[in-house]
């Protein structure tokens, strides 16, 4: 009987240990979800605070990239085929003029042609003549130097010709680049002389264009190229534009006392236009040196604001963290990180939440 029932414990206490067993690799077998996937990490560095300065501007043309356009000759312009604000492209006629000069240049074209031909005729009677010996060589040598003459004339005037684009009284102002007319003084009707100083029409590129603002002479000492920039417009007050310091103009304006500096914006979607009005935020490195880290690493929850640094041992943790202030992208800290710690810089909101609940 005594052995019976301890031949059953064994039995029982057998079973017990192969089902722990059991949830054990159970519980090892089950996949574990790596929150650090999809993640970003950045690592904290011991960075100069940087500081801004808050500057007014405009957008204006990009000057390396806008084209005058002027007529060649004189005459009365009968149409206008482009308006203010127009996209061109190279080579489109942008107004046709009726020009007395190249009635003239044709008259001259067809004089030119007809001295070619008499001289031409001229210099073989020459060469028959000097042949027959009823004539000298030296005349034989005026007869080609005046044919020549007149090729050379009639090749003036047909390069002329060539350069104005028409054979006739009728140019054509064409767009020598492709872009926005952003200047137009034409219209029908209007006479011009061809040494008429205005021009007709002012074509800009605005795939690129340039912000300029006005530094006061207490903030000269912060601004020099390279400083980075942040713009925003009264058009797009949601949208920010970021560029450098390209330029700085070294003299200042004698009535307004500034300095102006110049950024250079791509424009791909020709958002901006030329006189807009700008806010400009000029950034550069101070003094005094913090733990710096992404500023979208910093989560705030709970009236507090925390990170999700990563451990040596490759885990993620929440931390709290003290922020001394934030200058554009990047964050600045008092207290919560040391330099060279590692922190979730993108998609650590999903992690703080998983590992807050």
Same mark, same amino acid.
């Given at each position: 009987?005594? +052995?019976?029932?301890?031949? &059953?414990?064994? /039995? ?28 970003r990490i950045d690592t904290a560095r011991l960075a100069p605070v940087a ?58 074209? !067809?004089?030119?042609?007809?001295? !070619? ?34 090729? /050379? ?14 054979? /006739? ?8 680049? %492709? ?24 074509? %800009?590129?605005?795939?690129?264009? +340039?912000?300029?603002?006005?530094? *006061?002479?207490?903030?000269? %000492?912060?601004?020099? !190229? ?16 970021? /560029? ?14 500034? &300095? ?20 400009? %935020?000029?950034? *550069? ?46 964050? *600045? ?18 992690? *703080? ?5």
């Amino acid at each position: 009987m005594v +052995w019976a029932t301890l031949a &059953l414990l064994t /039995g029982v206490l057998a079973g017990c240990q192969s089902t722990a067993r059991s949830d054990q690799s159970a519980q090892t077998d089950k996949p574990t979800v790596n929150l650090l996937a999809n993640a970003r990490i950045d690592t904290a560095r011991l960075a100069p605070v940087a500081d801004e300065i808050a500057l007014t501007g405009k957008i204006t043309f990009n000057q390396d990239r806008i084209v005058k356009v002027f007529p060649l000759v004189g005459g009365h312009i009968e149409t206008v085929r482009a308006d203010l604000g127009d996209y061109v492209r190279k080579g489109q006629v942008l107004a046709m003029l009726r020009s007395g000069d190249l009635a003239d240049l044709s008259q001259q074209a !067809v004089a030119a042609r007809g001295q !070619v031909a008499v001289a031409q005729k001229n210099l073989q009677v020459a060469e028959d003549m000097t042949k027959a010996g009823l004539s000298s060589q030296r005349d034989l040598v005026a007869a080609r130097e005046q044919f020549l003459a007149a090729k /050379g004339e009639l090749a003036r005037v047909g390069e002329r010709q060539r350069i104005m684009g028409s054979a /006739g009284s009728a140019y054509a102002v064409k767009a020598p680049m %492709s872009g926005f007319v952003v200047e137009k003084s034409a219209s029908p009707g209007m006479e011009l002389r061809s040494d008429d100083p205005e021009n007709l029409f002012t074509i %800009s590129n605005l795939d690129q264009v +340039w912000v300029i603002a006005n530094v *006061y002479e207490s903030d000269l %000492s912060h601004i020099q !190229v390279g400083n980075q920039a942040t713009i925003t417009t009264l058009s797009y007050p949601d949208r920010v534009f970021r /560029g450098k310091i390209d330029k700085v103009f070294n003299m200042l304006d004698p009535d307004s006392k500034t &300095l102006r500096v110049r950024v250079t914006l791509p424009n791909p979607d020709f958002t901006l236009k030329p006189e807009m009005f700008a806010n400009v %935020s000029v950034q *550069y490195a101070g003094h005094e040196q913090r733990v710096a880290i992404p500023a979208n690493a910093v989560l705030f929850d709970k009236s507090r604001n925390f990170v999700v640094a990563v451990t040596q041992q490759g885990q993620p943790v929440v931390r709290e963290v003290n922020v001394f202030k934030t200058i554009g992208d990047r964050t *600045y800290l008092t207290s919560g990180l040391q330099a060279g710690e590692r922190v979730v810089s993108q998609n650590g909101l999903l992690i *703080y939440n998983a590992l807050s609940n």
